[in-house]
């Protein structure tokens, strides 16, 4: 037996027992401690005893009991040890584990029979749910409009000259035919990027859809090199080395590893490694080519290094800090001539949003940045690029409308130019001489790229022989504010067709999200067009917690402040009612990820608010899984949600409002929800949503509970976009807000 402690931190009875122990175990080397009275040699009493069949089974038993006495012995010490520590000592650790209510479906997170049969049961019970006729049709007709739909569109917006939608083709681009042949088990749609360097070509694919991908390093003459494995992002540093990024188990990215092309992986050295685990170790490389970065970057704070190889030794890699991180100051670097150009933001010192500053490469550290550019109050930057002179930038105010900022590196002058009213979403992704490609899309518009001149100023469409796409002057948008219960106003960008009648008797589709700092998805998609030619209202609610507003937004609906996100989002469906957009039984909600934790928060609270829901990998267990540290992401998630193993506060603020502890007889009565999520999610494991919709369906039979698990890697797989997918989640919600199939519009 192994027994080890400080003896200081023991009562002293129970270091007594301790001494004991020991003195029996000791006593080992001279014989068992209870010996047969017919062995005579005690140093082996196995040695007489070989031909008395009676007197060996006598000696096994009682060394059995010893050990069995021994081990319970050492497991009631340890356990009653453990339970006088965290008795006497829980405030000045402030352990707080206890006080996690205990769950009966716990058995959920391991994957046993149990588990397989409770999976089984809810696809028998979605299947049975889609195979009744009445859905079934509903669903069939859905799925053909859409098809139609989609070809149409295809048909609008099929370019004539493809060459002039890819002005700047990428080395990567022109190597894409000759992929098929270097990798001919693979989709063009499992290729994430493909990197040049010199003749040797670096492509990097996710066959399974998962975070983690593979490399194959090619010569352009479809000679294959060598192969690497379960990697995150790679960069080449030169012809002869290639950066890369791993992810562990718990989906953290904290090494930085060199490879020398030519040579085994598993002869790779590690370059650089990150202690603190809310930091995620990241590699890029600037627009123009000169530098790669390792970026270290957490909830609230960033760090970036500038990697370059040693001048004396080839087999050397050097890494530069740009400015060491401080806590509330977020960073990122672009590269022009000598300088850096940096977009930062200082929350600490600053209530304003991102600002863009350059500094010397010799001189990086803070007091050397001086300003470029700073967007007005009303403003923020979504999308940054450093091309030729210029340094352009995406900007999005307030209120939803964009512009385009061209800022002359050289003589500080500032030119800006607003896009078409329509467009909620802009990319700036590809640049060729004095032009930028800037694709721009929204609920209404299907994406759509321009060419933007930073020389002249001006945009055009890419495709100078075909006019821009025309704008449906059937449907509208607009964005309205709503006062949420403390004053704030909140924006909710609506989309609706222009004939709407505000009688309160339109089917509502609301949208949320709040959380991360992330804008709401207002790209174009066939589904949501298909839904406002018949008769639905879009409302994107940007609650607080996300970036629509500025980084003071985010910061104002995350950890303590939590619930200003739902708050806000019962604000703006409360009010949505009150206008006579629609009415509780035909208003629907769609939500993904932490977004599904708004959502369920908001029909335990308000019980009727919302007819029906459609959750997509939604986040609706956060006490679980913020007080597992073995959980992927648990530990970075810390600095949105805070604590409960440490914080009395967190884990009380968690407990109100977590989705799963909270679920009531009265809450889930007027709600039918279908969850959409996969049994391969690394991020949000499947028995969350299992574990969910179990518990729901046990407390009310009233409404109905539907869960697609799928199979697919990843946490939002593909599958559940298609179009059949899709049609399934429209007839969900006809279905459930009773919308008759006459009320769909025949095409």
């Known amino acids: 037996m192994t027994l080890w402690c400080r003896s200081w931190n023991y009562p002293t009875w129970i270091r007594r027992i301790v001494k004991r122990t020991k003195r029996l175990r000791n006593r080992k080397e001279n014989g068992p401690i209870w010996p047969s009275p017919s062995c005579k040699n005690r140093q082996d009493p196995l040695r007489r005893t070989n031909n008395n069949f009676l007197n060996y089974r006598r000696i096994l038993n009682m060394v059995a009991v010893r050990a069995m006495v021994n081990n319970l012995l050492r497991k009631?010490?340890?356990?009653?040890?453990?339970?006088?520590?965290?008795?006497?000592?829980?405030?000045?650790?402030?352990?707080?584990?206890?006080?996690?209510?205990?769950?009966?479906?716990?058995?959920?997170?391991?994957?046993?029979?149990?588990?397989?049969?409770?999976?089984?049961?809810?696809?028998?019970?979605?299947?049975?749910?889609?195979?009744?006729?009445?859905?079934?049709?509903?669903?069939?007709?859905i799925e053909s409009q859409l098809v139609q739909l989609e070809d149409e569109l295809n048909r609008k917006n099929k370019q004539t000259d493809v060459e002039s939608m890819h002005m700047s083709r990428t080395a990567s681009d022109t190597h894409r035919q000759d992929l098929s042949l270097l990798l001919p088990h693979l989709d063009d749609t499992d290729i994430v990027k493909c990197l040049?360097?010199?003749?040797?070509?670096?492509?990097?694919?996710?066959?399974?859809?998962?975070?983690?991908?593979?490399?194959?390093?090619?010569?352009?003459?479809?000679?294959?090199?060598?192969?690497?494995?379960?990697?995150?992002?790679?960069?080449?540093?030169?012809s002869k080395h290639l950066l890369y990024t791993r992810l562990d188990d718990k989906l953290h990215s904290s090494d930085v590893y060199v490879h020398v092309v030519g040579t085994a992986q598993c002869h790779d050295k590690l370059v650089y490694h990150e202690t603190d685990d809310r930091y995620?170790?990241?590699?890029?490389?600037?627009?123009?080519?000169q530098c790669v970065l390792l970026n270290c970057n957490s909830k609230t704070s960033s760090e970036v290094w500038v990697i370059s190889e040693d001048d004396t030794d080839e087999s050397s890699i050097r890494l530069q800090p740009v400015a060491l991180r401080g806590e509330g100051v977020?960073?990122?670097?672009?590269?022009?001539?000598?300088?850096?150009?940096?977009?930062?933001?200082?929350?600490?010192?600053?209530?304003?949003?991102?600002?863009?500053?350059?500094?010397?490469?010799?001189?990086?550290?803070?007091?050397?940045?001086?300003?470029?550019?700073?967007?007005?109050?009303?403003?923020?930057?979504?999308?940054?690029?450093?091309?030729?002179?210029?340094?352009?930038?995406?900007?999005?105010?307030?209120?939803?409308?964009?512009?385009?900022?061209?800022?002359h590196l050289d003589d500080g002058s500032v030119r800006q130019i607003v896009l078409r009213s329509d467009a909620c979403c802009v990319d700036i992704n590809q640049f060729s001489s004095n032009t930028i490609h800037v694709s721009l899309s929204s609920p209404i518009l299907p994406d759509t790229t321009y060419l933007y001149n930073t020389v002249e100023n001006t945009v055009q469409s890419v495709d100078q022989q075909t006019p821009d796409i025309v704008r449906d002057d059937k449907l509208t948008m607009k964005q309205i504010y709503v006062p949420s219960k403390d004053g704030v106003k909140v924006p909710v960008t609506l989309f609706h067709s222009r004939d709407v009648e505000l009688n309160g008797r339109n089917p509502l589709l609301c949208f949320v999200y709040g959380a991360y700092g992330t804008d709401l998805d207002l790209s174009f998609h066939t589904e949501r067009q298909w839904l406002l030619e018949n008769g639905w209202i879009l409302a994107y609610c940007h609650v607080r917690g996300g970036g629509e507003c500025g980084r003071s937004w985010y910061h104002d609906g995350r950890q303590s402040r939590k619930p200003n996100s739902f708050s806000d989002f019962e604000s703006c469906v409360s009010h949505l009612h009150s206008q006579h957009y629609s009415h509780e039984g035909l208003t629907a909600v769609y939500a993904c990820s932490a977004g599904g934790l708004v959502v369920g928060h908001i029909i335990n609270t308000r019980p009727g608010l919302i007819k029906a829901a459609v959750l997509k990998a939604p986040y609706l267990d956060v006490l679980s899984t913020m007080s597992d540290r073995r959980l992927p992401l648990t530990s970075e998630e810390i600095l949105e949600w805070g604590d409960p193993l440490t914080s009395v506060e967190s884990l009380n603020l968690i407990k109100q409002y977590c989705p799963y502890y909270n679920l009531s007889d009265q809450g889930s009565a007027h709600t039918d929800v279908y969850i959409v999520s996969s049994l391969n999610d690394e991020?949000?494991?499947?028995?969350?949503?299992?574990?969910?919709?179990?518990?729901?369906?046990?407390?009310?039979?009233?409404?109905?509970?539907?869960?697609?698990?799928?199979?697919?890697?990843?946490?939002?797989?593909?599958?559940?976009?298609?179009?059949?997918?899709?049609?399934?989640?429209?007839?969900?919600?006809?279905?459930?807000?009773?919308?008759?199939?006459?009320?769909v519009k025949l095409n």
């Not at 990241?282 to 080519?289: A, E, I, P």
């Not at 199979?711 to 279905?735: C, M, R, W």
Request: charged share 25%; with cysteine; hydrophobic share 35%.
């Open 76 to 141: 009631s010490i340890l356990s009653l040890y453990k339970n006088i520590v965290t008795n006497t000592k829980s405030q000045r650790r402030k352990c707080v584990v206890s006080k996690i209510p205990d769950d009966e479906l716990s058995w959920m997170k391991t994957m046993t029979q149990k588990t397989m049969r409770s999976i089984k049961n809810e696809k028998r019970i979605l299947d049975n749910a889609f195979s009744v006729n009445k859905f079934s049709e509903l669903q069939k007709l």
């Open 196 to 238: 040049m360097a010199g003749n040797r070509l670096c492509v990097v694919f996710q066959p399974d859809k998962s975070d983690r991908c593979s490399v194959t390093i090619n010569t352009v003459d479809q000679k294959l090199i060598c192969h690497l494995n379960n990697i995150f992002n790679i960069e080449w540093l030169s």
């Open 280 to 289: 995620f170790v990241d590699l890029s490389r600037t627009n123009d080519g």
């Open 330 to 407: 977020e960073y990122y670097v672009e590269h022009y001539k000598n300088d850096f150009i940096i977009l930062t933001h200082d929350s600490a010192t600053e209530e304003h949003d991102y600002k863009i500053v350059r500094c010397p490469v010799a001189e990086t550290s803070g007091e050397n940045w001086v300003d470029l550019y700073r967007p007005d109050e009303q403003s923020k930057i979504v999308d940054l690029i450093v091309h030729q002179r210029y340094c352009v930038v995406a900007e999005k105010h307030f209120n939803g409308h964009l512009k385009l900022t061209s800022v």
């Open 683 to 743: 991020r949000l494991p499947y028995w969350i949503p299992l574990r969910y919709a179990t518990k729901r369906r046990a407390i009310s039979n009233q409404s109905r509970t539907l869960l697609d698990l799928y199979e697919d890697h990843g946490h939002l797989p593909d599958t559940v976009n298609t179009t059949h997918q899709v049609s399934k989640e429209i007839a969900f919600l006809y279905n459930s807000l009773d919308i008759s199939m006459r009320d």
